[in-house]
């Protein structure tokens, strides 16, 4: 019996709830939005179609009702529109996060809360340093989706599946995020060796590593363009997360957590590989970086912790 909230009811808020409810991850989903009216419709559309999932007691509630849950999904805000980065949503989306901090640790002080708003690392540490809530049960979505976004990509170049493609996107969720080159592999052969390395195999294309960088960096920005918001993908990642987070055993993902001296970085929260299971994101795997890596994660480090004290948190 696993309960989970779903804190907004907007594209991404709704679409985290249908998708969990399809893979059949909770029991009871509670889905809580200033405005009411649209948190019971959405919850009444997926409900409706209950009979031919895995069962599932789907409602929209206030903050009482979250009492009990194993994770609370934090997706409420303002989205991001056109030509708009993530950064420049930061002092509202902080302001909104600061105000329904209280309701949230009140009702569900033992739940793991994943956050995924905008701008997401700030958020995410915003929350560590208000909420009182154990760093460890404190997840942002970080870089968990630009990683599936570059495995994706990857997957194209050499017509292979998602599953044999390993390689990260660390840092910011945004603009400063990195691709550390030289760990990523294709079934424990090096990315750019991988056509080589086939026997027989056919010709591919050149994977230009800026090419690759600026599909994943601008993705994003590309979906919004064209339909004025994205949420299938970040469903897809944040569901996932709630799967390793209900899960037996421990799984390495790149999400936003609080950093203490990791690489030489101290307070900030940002997307390294972290381990995450039910006790939530309870360590980090340190990963053999390059200098000119370890530079870019500084980089991005710095770039976040300027927008911190630019705002009033």
Request: hydrophobic share 35%; glycine share 8%; with cysteine.
């Amino acid at each position: 019996m696993n309960k989970i909230a779903i804190i907004g009811t907007g594209y991404v808020g709704s679409t985290i709830a249908y998708t969990l409810t399809i893979n059949g991850l909770a029991s009871e989903i509670v889905m809580l939005d200033i405005n009411d009216e649209k948190a019971i419709g959405e919850a009444l559309d997926i409900r409706q179609g209950t009979p031919f999932c895995n069962p599932c007691n789907i409602y929209a509630g206030d903050y009482s009702d979250i009492k009990g849950s194993d994770i609370v999904i934090v997706t409420s805000g303002i989205a991001r529109k056109p030509g708009q980065t993530r950064l420049d949503l930061a002092q509202t989306n902080v302001n909104i996060l600061k105000s329904i901090i209280p309701d949230l640790v009140k009702n569900a002080p033992d739940a793991t809360y994943v956050l995924v708003s905008n701008p997401v690392d700030i958020l995410t540490y915003v929350f560590c340093k208000y909420s009182g809530i154990p760093e460890s049960r404190i997840i942002g979505s970080g870089t968990i989706l630009d990683t599936a976004r570059l495995r994706a990509r990857i997957s194209e170049y050499y017509s292979v599946s998602q599953h044999n493609v390993h390689a990260y996107v660390l840092g910011e969720h945004g603009d400063s995020s990195f691709i550390p080159w030289s760990i990523a592999n294709i079934s424990n052969v090096p990315v750019e060796d991988y056509a080589k390395s086939i026997i027989n195999g056919a010709a591919y294309p050149e994977l230009k590593r800026e090419d690759v960088e600026d599909y994943v960096r601008k993705s994003g920005a590309r979906v919004i363009e064209r339909k004025g918001a994205t949420f299938y993908a970040i469903s897809t990642s944040v569901c996932h997360i709630c799967k390793c987070l209900l899960s037996g055993i421990d799984t390495t993902l790149t999400v936003s957590t609080m950093t203490h001296g990791e690489y030489g970085i101290e307070d900030v929260c940002l997307s390294l590989l972290s381990v995450v299971g039910h006790k939530g994101s309870h360590s980090k795997v340190y990963l053999p970086l390059n200098d000119k890596e370890i530079a870019d994660l500084h980089a991005s480090a710095e770039s976040l912790k300027s927008v911190i004290k630019s705002l009033s948190i």
